[in-house]
């Protein structure tokens, strides 16, 4: 939960706590941030934004450029980098003050993995080009031989994780599971065109990555479960909205894309709210394009519903805490134990 410094005097005057008092521990607050290096500054903008330039680069553009001077410098390379981007984000996350560009560094070494796991299966002859082209295709085709850099990946980001706690690893790792699982699934089926085939695995796996990050979110102080939850809740609502088909299959859809707004509230997590209400515009989009044919009457009916869903929001924002405990006297205790704490993203 993130708190103001206007909320935190307010709640300190309610609480009857002197100001200088409240004043302190403000100032305390914010310098445990800023030596954890959390906070949202501009400096960490700036480190996150150059840590992503740094993996869009080393994700879509370097492979074909260091081809050109032949598979093993290309591999070389790579490896130098992922080392060099490794061993400089270690030593900047050892110290407390530079722990974000060190742990953003070290995401990005993980994040070379595949690229050099390629550049390795060009340079030893393992790459079928016939059948996968060139790197880009990672990112558009769904294939069996893609499988190595993705478990690669994987296990790359568990190594870190291991040494640099820093939830931004957990991109990487969230990225390569949701295309393994549809990699692995073309492997193991022998085939790369069955869509209805991976329509069904990814509401599986959507299921199991979501049920996987709740657990990560019990036992984790920082956020290490967000990658997961927005993964999951993608390959969840692609394979629901690409599976189904009718009346009734548009009706499921919207039945679950309201229970997921439930969910959000329950868990604290706005991923699901989004994708839960994403769904449902989908459903009234079916409702007016398919059923209705744009008809003037259910164009007021949809205006009018809007409205009412906007005065519901601000409704909800009042009355937010009160809800959220309501909505937990009505959940069994034994399930309201193991939900994870309420972080809001």
């Known amino acids: 939960m993130k708190v103001s410094k206007t909320q935190l005097l307010a709640a300190a005057q309610t609480a009857d706590v002197a ?10 607050l914010r ?20 840590g992503f330039l740094i993996i869009g680069a080393m994700t879509f553009f370097m492979a074909e450029g260091w081809l050109r001077f032949g598979a093993w410098f290309g591999f070389v390379a790579a490896l130098a980098y992922l080392i060099g981007f490794a061993l400089a984000g270690a030593r900047l996350y050892a110290a407390p003050a530079t722990r974000t560009p060190g742990g953003v560094l070290v995401t990005a070494a993980v994040a070379t993995v595949p690229l050099t796991i390629y550049c390795l299966e060009v340079a030893t002859g393992r790459w079928h080009s016939d059948d996968l082209g060139g790197y880009a295709n990672f990112y558009a085709w769904v294939n069996g031989g893609w499988i190595w850099m993705e478990l690669g990946t994987i296990a790359a980001s568990a190594i870190a994780l291991r040494w640099v706690a820093f939830p931004l690893i957990t991109l990487p790792a969230a990225f390569g599971l949701w295309f ?54 993608i390959a969840l609502f692609t394979g629901l909205s690409l599976l189904w088909n009718g009346e009734l299959g548009w009706l499921a859809f919207a039945v679950i894309s309201l229970l997921a707004i439930v969910v959000s509230i329950v868990l604290g997590r706005r991923v699901l709210l989004i994708f839960g209400v994403l769904g449902l515009v989908g459903y009234l989009g079916y409702l007016a394009f398919g059923i209705f044919k744009l008809s003037f009457g259910f164009s007021v009916a949809l205006t009018t519903i ?23 006297g009505v959940i069994p205790a034994r399930i309201v134990a193991l939900l994870p704490p309420s972080r809001a993203t």
């Open 31 to 50: 310098a445990s941030e800023a030596q954890s290096g959390s906070s949202y500054s501009g400096v960490n903008v700036a480190y996150y934004f150059g």
């Open 180 to 233: 393994l699982s549809m990699d692995g699934t073309a492997a193991i089926a022998g085939k790369h065109d069955d869509f209805d085939l991976y329509r069904r695995v990814a509401v599986v796996f959507g299921l199991v990555m979501l049920a996987a990050s709740v657990a990560i979110d019990r036992h984790t102080k920082e956020d290490f479960a967000f990658w997961g939850y927005l993964y999951g809740t």
């Open 19 to 28: 100001p200088e008092r409240a004043e302190a521990l403000w100032d305390a």
């Open 306 to 328: 809007g409205i009412a869903v906007i005065a519901a929001g601000v409704w909800y924002q009042r009355n937010q805490a009160r809800v959220q405990a309501r909505l937990m």
